[in-house]
């Protein structure tokens, strides 16, 4: 929660995967919002589903113990076609938010929709437009391979949004649409 005397809050934003699973951390004080890092955790060279979550799990409890985030973030898994991706999706999803439990974070989960929506303003927006977005607001360094980073990113935010903080913060999406016109597919 936000400290009375500091207004200053970490939220870590967590994009569940199992074979790249994205993070993000953001500092919020008063009103701005700065990003403290953002990454991916790379599993596709394990096979072992159990060392996949082992990974997760130490990650995770790495960025708790550097960052000390006040809560987490995290998406909730969807219905997909295959019911095997998705038990594996969620056991990384329980394994990250295990780790958050152990340090008595408190967690949020988001669907994908609300997270679109509460970034861009359009629910069916792709990850591609969500990372276009973030990274002129936040002037990061435009990377493909850290679409699931600024996903997590984009999950913390929305936890932030939705508490009703830096409404006008946010970057409305028309406004990108008029400034990008060469950006949009």
């Not at 599993?43 to 159990?50: A, G, I, R, T, V």
């Not at 219905?79 to 999706?89: A, E, I, P, R, T």
């Not at 974070?105 to 990372?131: C, D, F, L, R």
């Given at each position: 929660m936000?400290?009375?005397?500091?207004?200053?809050?970490?939220?870590?934003?967590?994009?569940?995967?199992t074979q790249i699973m994205g993070y993000g951390v953001i500092l919020v004080v008063k009103?701005?919002?700065s990003i403290l890092q953002?990454?991916?955790?790379?599993?596709?060279?394990?096979?072992?589903?159990?060392?996949?979550?082992?990974?997760?799990?130490?990650?995770?409890?790495?960025?708790?113990?550097?960052?000390?985030?006040?809560?987490?973030a995290i998406e909730e898994p969807f219905?997909?076609?295959?019911?095997?991706?998705?038990?594996?999706?969620g056991r990384a999803q329980g394994v990250a938010m295990a780790a958050a439990l152990s340090k008595?974070?408190?967690?949020?989960?988001?669907?994908?929709?609300?997270?679109?929506?509460?970034?861009?303003?359009?629910?069916?927006?792709?990850?591609?437009?969500?990372?276009?977005?973030?990274?002129?607001?936040?002037?990061?360094?435009?990377?493909?391979e850290f679409l699931d980073a600024t996903d997590a990113l984009c999950i913390a935010l929305c936890h932030h949004y939705q508490q009703g903080n830096n409404k006008s913060q946010k970057v409305s999406w028309d406004k990108f649409i008029i400034q990008n016109p060469n950006r949009i597919k």
């Open positions: 936000i400290n009375s005397k500091t207004e200053e809050k970490i939220i870590l934003g967590v994009d569940p995967g009103s701005k919002i953002y990454g991916v955790i790379n599993l596709k060279s394990y096979s072992d589903h159990k060392v996949k979550l082992e990974k997760i799990y130490k990650r995770i409890t790495s960025l708790i113990e550097e960052f000390s985030p006040d809560e987490m219905f997909g076609k295959n019911v095997q991706s998705m038990l594996k999706l008595q974070i408190p967690i949020v989960e988001y669907s994908a929709k609300k997270i679109k929506q509460s970034i861009t303003g359009n629910g069916n927006a792709s990850k591609e437009q969500m990372a276009a977005m973030i990274i002129k607001e936040y002037k990061l360094e435009e990377n493909p």
